[in-house]
């Protein structure tokens, strides 16, 4: 018992003084870049002076647009080509999307299109008037690093709770079919597609367990913005189909889209709690559910079972 608490006891150590290293030194850096950031920060305050809704805007909704058209960009060229072939070696799905259908492709990017450009700007706009009320989210002082890394964490929190039960939700007979079945028409899933869904879906399964933490927080333009950048980043791996070294593995939800059943939630936390992951934890891909450290694919370090004739 006394070598279990020891053991225990320098771990939770160790795992404290490694974690106050790497604040430290990552406080350092945005210290010591700190007065840049902020003076540009208040040049282009000054730039926008009352029209800060014009800058929220922009940065809100044009910044994370790049972030996910410029990702998705690169991901849509190994898509269509197969090409280069060190990217498409790592595919989950080997023989899908060799290449991919390019007339579902074309209908899937004017889906993603109208709802980034019909749902999620009015939202963004409805949600700078919200902030407005009890704040400034164009305020002056940018937040410390520290505060942001408070944000990140309930942010987080909150997108993990609010997808996982609205995307079990919309998986109910009452609303799959009308509803969520679009998006699950691509079985093995591609980056860009990870706004491809209805326009309820997008409010209520995609925009709402973003937008909701920086209202609970009352959160500052720059932290909005990489929020919102870091939340397009992370669905778009999530979707890309390909298990690329020292990137979070795609094997999760990429095995929801191929059962249907399975992997609800982000994180995949509520997902053990409720047990809806059981058949995922039985097979191959949970094994190749790891961040990737070399250069060979999990397909081939970690092979399906040979498939029963």
């Known amino acids: 018992m006394r070598k279990t608490a020891f053991i225990l006891g320098s771990g939770l150590l160790l795992l404290v003084a490694f974690w106050n290293s790497v604040t430290w030194h990552l406080q350092r850096f945005w210290g010591a870049s700190g007065h840049f950031w902020q003076a540009e920060w208040e040049r282009l305050l000054s730039t926008f002076e009352g029209k800060e809704w014009i800058l929220f805007i922009i940065a809100a909704t044009q910044v994370p647009s790049m972030c996910?058209?410029?990702?998705?960009?690169?991901?849509?060229?190994?898509?269509?080509?197969?090409?280069?072939?060190?990217?498409?070696?790592?595919?989950?799905?080997?023989?899908?999307?060799?290449?991919?259908?390019?007339?579902?492709?074309?209908?899937?990017?004017?889906?993603?299109?109208?709802?980034?450009?019909?749902?999620?700007?009015?939202?963004?706009?409805?949600?700078?008037?919200?902030?407005?009320?009890?704040?400034?989210?164009?305020?002056r002082e940018l937040p410390t690093f520290h505060w942001f890394l408070l944000e990140l964490a309930i942010f987080t929190l909150i997108e993990e709770v609010m997808f996982y039960y609205s995307h079990r939700l919309l998986h109910h007979p009452a609303f799959y079919k009308k509803i969520h079945k679009k998006h699950h028409e691509w079985t093995a899933p591609i980056g860009v597609i990870s706004l491809y869904a209805h326009p309820v879906e997008h409010v209520v399964s995609n925009m709402l367990p973003v937008v909701v933490g920086p209202i609970v927080m009352g959160s500052h333009l720059?932290?909005?913005?990489?929020?919102?950048?870091?939340?397009?980043?992370?669905?778009?791996?999530?979707?890309?189909?390909?298990?690329?070294?020292?990137?979070?593995?795609?094997e999760f939800h990429d095995y929801h889209h191929l059962k249907f059943n399975q992997c609800y939630g982000v994180l995949g936390v509520l997902d053990h709690l409720h047990g809806t992951d059981t058949l995922f934890k039985q097979t191959k891909a949970y094994e190749r559910h790891v961040l990737l450290l070399g250069f060979t694919p999990l397909s081939e370090s970690i092979p399906d079972p040979p498939k029963m004739e």
């Open 222 to 250: 720059s932290s909005i913005t990489m929020w919102f950048s870091l939340a397009l980043i992370i669905t778009s791996i999530s979707h890309c189909g390909y298990h690329l070294p020292f990137l979070p593995s795609p």
């Open 68 to 139: 996910f058209w410029g990702l998705n960009g690169l991901l849509l060229v190994v898509d269509t080509t197969g090409k280069p072939n060190f990217i498409a070696r790592y595919r989950i799905q080997v023989g899908k999307n060799e290449p991919v259908d390019p007339v579902k492709l074309r209908q899937s990017i004017r889906t993603v299109l109208f709802n980034q450009f019909m749902i999620s700007l009015p939202i963004v706009v409805f949600l700078y008037l919200l902030l407005k009320l009890w704040g400034d989210p164009c305020r």
